[in-house]
Nanobody, 124 residues
Framework: QVQLVESGGGLVQAGGSLRLSCASS????????MGWFRRAPGKEREAVAA????????YYAAFVKGRFTISRDNSKNEVYLQMTRLKPEDTAVYFC?????????????????WGQGTQVTVSS
């Protein structure tokens, strides 16, 4: 059974930091690209960051570039999202997702498995 479980969300003041984790099991984690997406209130889900299967390639949405960092540990089947200089507009439910292949994609349809999400709330 495939499971992706996010953790690390919470309430933080603007300018603060959070580190999201996603623990994965039941699939070939180390051969898949992994992504982080978010859904803000009243908005559609959007790609935030993604990383290739071996970590040598990354993608960041323009609105997080320079503030967020994606990383992964294939020995632990985990992917992380370090978020710094958080803004109120970063408030959203954050999801991790496992892609069907090793290379980065930012469209949801290329991702096979999804976590349930973790809430991040940034107060002003």
């Amino acid at each position: 059974q495939v499971q992706l479980v996010e953790s690390g969300g919470g309430l933080v003041q603007a300018g603060g930091s959070l580190r999201l984790s996603c623990a994965s099991s039941g699939h070939s984690f180390s051969s898949r690209a992994m992504g982080w997406f978010r859904r803000a209130p009243g908005k559609e889900r959007e790609a935030v960051a993604a990383m290739t299967w071996n970590g040598d390639g990354t993608y960041y949405a323009a609105f997080v570039k320079g503030r967020f960092t994606i990383s992964r540990d294939n020995s632990k089947n985990e992917v992380y999202l370090q978020m710094t200089r958080l803004k109120p507009e970063d408030t959203a439910v954050y999801f991790c997702a496992a892609r069907g292949g090793p290379q980065i994609e930012i469209l949801e349809r290329y991702y096979d498995y999804w976590g349930q999400g973790t809430q991040v709330t940034v107060s002003s």
